[in-house]
């Protein structure tokens, strides 16, 4: 059964009596998350996913809330972390310059956070089946003013690690990032994108072909193992990590720290997986009630952290954020026949390409001995490119075939004199095809001009006072989401959490001015992005799918 807008200020999803998945809908909004998702490598069993199995921290679902955020993570575990932090636990103090009450300073009456996960585990979207890149796009980011907020994000995270001691127990390792160009075409589309680039930002990236010979001028292609590439674009700010342990970790903390009150389970932080949200519904008073399958909750405000799952509640979002399936997989690293080692890769990577299919996969390694290869993209393979899919709960065969024969022994091998990537491997070659210890899907988010929106989401998608979203990475939360999901908190609250002058950048906020002018000029928008070729591997699918939904 499809979903539909029952009446105005009502977003109702319709009932699923024997399964709360509907299926594919050809109306383009999302469906709620798979009760089954792929097995991804970051979700493997351990004593953390063993203590959140199906996790609540009361055992019967509160009335009430003072916040309810929908998801559990990157975007809603930051959020929750900044207004309870930043408060002090129970109640957000609401001095709103935006929406009913603007001027006023308030306490909201109910008291603390009700995060409400769909799934058994939190952190099992997105979050929890990514590559495990924190890369911001400097060059290749859509203003200047967002290569800042990535970088920004970035710079948080690390320090967030650091200060906290995590670095070591969710695997964050700082690191250069190497974006590979495989044609012309595109090398050349690369290095005039570096060479707009504001002063500040050019001294960010390194832009390295085939002239670079010595090691004196710095890392030449054979150094980065890219030797059969026409060039590369080395950022000097990126990370891997395991996205879905950094996640935990804040949402232990906070559990810690804000244990939920006695009795009524409304104060502090209250998390319930298992717990899908099934509408929404706004009243008279400016509350919510948000409707789940264990009954329904009043809340003063709800933020909505669901990213490619967001047109699921806010129908009217369907052209504006697109569902897109992403495929992993997991890979031994092949041993040299030889001395038996394993390549070690001192660099993450992308791979980019407009030659018979478009490349655009992104390759990180796991630590050694195991050492395993986190590859990921290749949606060229998948039927439609898997645009319009929230389900991941299946892999495609063909774009696993694809992950598990393209990589090696590019750039694996220890001389780093491998051959091209162009060269794709004939289906079943045993020397190429590398085996899976894991192959998995997730949903992305995708933007209809690329960038998120963050902000209180006006009556026209569907929202009204004190109800707000923070989604649309396009497959690229990392460097995004946590500062994102500050910026939402600093509007909730109506005052900054630092003084550190961040500002969400104007193309990022959420705005009726910025939803009509995408609606308006989104053809032309995709079009220049299609021209473009470093956006040409992720894209031009997402053209036709807005195109037809418009
Ligand atoms: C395969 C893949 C690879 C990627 N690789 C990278 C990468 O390497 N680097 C990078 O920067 N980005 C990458 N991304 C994108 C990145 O993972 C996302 O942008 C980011 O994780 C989004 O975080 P989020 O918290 O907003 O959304 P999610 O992590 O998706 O969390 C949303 C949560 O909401 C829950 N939910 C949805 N609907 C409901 C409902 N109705 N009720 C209750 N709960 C609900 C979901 O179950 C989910 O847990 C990748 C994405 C995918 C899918």
Redesign the pocket.
Known sequence: MDFEILQTGIILCSLHSSNINPGPSSSGQAG??STNPSASYWLQPSDVSQKFGDYRSTPDLPQSADTVI???????AFAAWFLLEQTGGAKVVVRSGVGAGAGKEENSNGGGILM????RQ??????????????PFVYSASTPSIAEFELATYQFLKAFVEEHGIAGAVDWRTLKTVHAYLTEEVWEGAKALVEKLPEGLRGQVDLVDETRKGKEGGETLRDLRVPGAKGAVVQKHAASLW?WKLVTWVLERLLERFPVGKGTGEEGFNLQTN????GLEKLGDGKWTVITNRGNIKANRVLL?????TS??LPEMKDLIVPVR???ASLRPPKDAASGKVAELDYSYAFVSEEQFPRDE?LMQRPLPGGELIY?GARSHAENKAVGVWQDDEVERGVATYLRQNLAPYPLDLDKTGSTPTDTPKEGNETTELEATHQW?????FSRDSNPWVGRVPESLGGGENLYM??G?T?????Q?ALAARMIAEEITGKPFADDGLKLPREMALTEERVRWVRENTKTLLKEQHQAPEWSATMPELLTATERRA
Do not use: F, K
């Open positions: 709620l998350p929908v998801g559990s993570g990157i975007t809603g409400l996960e769909a799934r939190p952190c099992s979207g997105a979050t929890g089946r990514n590559g495990g890149h924190c890369q996205p717990t899908p949200v099934l952290a669901m990213n490619g799952y699921n509640l992403s495929q992993v992104y990921g899907t997730g949903i992305m988010g923070c989604a990475y497959g690229h939360g990392m460097p989401a």
